[in-house]
């Protein structure tokens, strides 16, 4: 049987959360907090100027950093963060502080900018829709060098297909410029891709919508509730995003130049509006629910309008049936002709004449 509490109710079951891994570790010890198979990481390695392409997957941390000291813009992605002892080897070898690496591998990190003397480093959250039109979550880290980009990212699904495509077929301007519009077009793909999200958002809202004025369903309650629960989680991840990009715009660090910084308030201006549209939808989930409440109560009250009006006709029906039910010797009406049909035909009367009274008041 359940343990019981003080109170008498059953004791809930607490789930064991994934940041107890990091209890009583020191700080900057590396430790993977997140929901992935063991695997072992992979470098995709690119590098580019405005004449070379070249592209590399390897797990040999030389071969990464001869690219990186090359003249070209380097773009170092590894996918694989749960290998605690490569993203430790590969951090060092770059001069990463532990504290930075500490974060990179922990996934539920929530969007961070932090500037060192050396590098910049961001945490954000990459969103996109799987194949089941479900919105997928993923961590990302990426840092921000003086010719070179690090990513780490827990698989090899990304948002980044565009800026791959760009940097092969040399089109735009990123094989003309650095590292840092390389790391603002990264973080511009994952912000571009939370319209897709909120789009996705605004159908589901719609469709909800259309089911809670039409035929509202106790399964619409449900579904509204992960709804909300799922604009908040997808809020939290987003709305720091934009104080973010107004460090970096206000930042006087030399790695980001005055003309990426131009690119950057454009990218503001985008999480300003997804921020808007977010709060929307939480605005509008919430009222969805008061919507289905209403209409329940609305569809009660018809039910309920039914069950009065069909008694208040058999009420009098049923006194006039009461009254010659009972059983006296004495009732004058029992000794007429035709008494039956009579009693029948008022009755009849009432019924005809209750209908069209309620049909006169629009009840019916």
């Known amino acids: 049987m359940p343990q019981k509490g003080r109170n008498g109710l059953p004791k809930r079951k607490h789930k064991i959360s994934r940041v107890q891994g990091k209890l009583g570790k020191a700080p900057g010890t590396i430790s993977y907090l997140g929901s992935k198979d063991k695997v072992h990481s992979k470098v995709y390695a690119t590098t580019y100027n405005e004449d070379i392409f070249e592209e590399v997957e390897t797990v040999d941390i030389e071969r990464v950093l001869e690219m990186k000291a090359s003249a070209k813009t380097a773009w170092i992605n590894i996918v694989g963060i749960n290998d605690e002892a490569f993203v430790e080897s590969l951090g060092t070898r770059f001069g990463l502080n532990p504290l930075l690496l500490e974060d990179a591998v922990n996934t539920e990190q929530r969007p961070k900018i932090d500037e060192y003397e050396d590098y910049i480093f961001g945490v954000f959250r990459m969103l996109y829709l799987n194949a089941d039109d479900d919105i997928v979550g993923e961590h990302v880290a990426m840092v921000l060098m003086d010719n070179t980009v690090l990513v780490f990212q827990e698989v090899k699904a990304d948002v ?3 800026v791959r495509n760009r940097i092969q077929s040399h089109s735009g301007r990123i094989r003309n410029r ?9 973080l511009d793909s994952i912000i571009d891709n939370y319209f897709l999200v909120l789009e996705h958002i ?3 809202i719609e469709v909800l919508e259309d089911e809670v004025y039409n035929d509202p369903k106790p399964i619409a309650a449900q579904n509204i509730q992960e709804l909300k629960k799922e604009i908040l989680k997808i809020r939290r991840w987003i ?3 934009k104080e973010l990009i107004s460090r970096l715009i206000a930042t006087e660090n030399p790695l980001i130049t005055k003309d990426t910084k131009l690119f950057l308030r454009d990218a503001l201006d985008h999480t300003l509006e997804i921020n808007e549209s977010l709060q929307i939808y939480r605005e509008m989930s919430m009222s969805l629910m ?3 409440m209403s209409n329940m109560s609305n569809k009660m009250n018809e039910v309920m309008k039914v069950l009065t009006i069909m008694a208040s006709i058999f009420i009098p029906l049923t006194f006039i049936a009461g009254v010659y ?6 009732m ?5 002709d035709y008494g039956y049909y009579y009693v029948w ?4 009367l009432l019924f005809i004449g209750m209908m069209v009274y309620f049909k006169k008041k629009d009840w019916l």
Do not use: C, K, Q, T
């Open 160 to 162: 980044f297909d565009g």
């Open 178 to 186: 650095g590292a840092d519009y390389l790391f603002f077009a990264l």
């Open 202 to 204: 605004s159908h589901r």
């Open 239 to 241: 709305f720091p995003v």
């Open 290 to 292: 008061e919507m289905y």
């Open 325 to 330: 039910g009972m059983n006296f010797d004495h």
């Open 332 to 336: 004058p009406e029992l000794h007429v």
């Open 345 to 348: 035909g008022v009755m009849i």
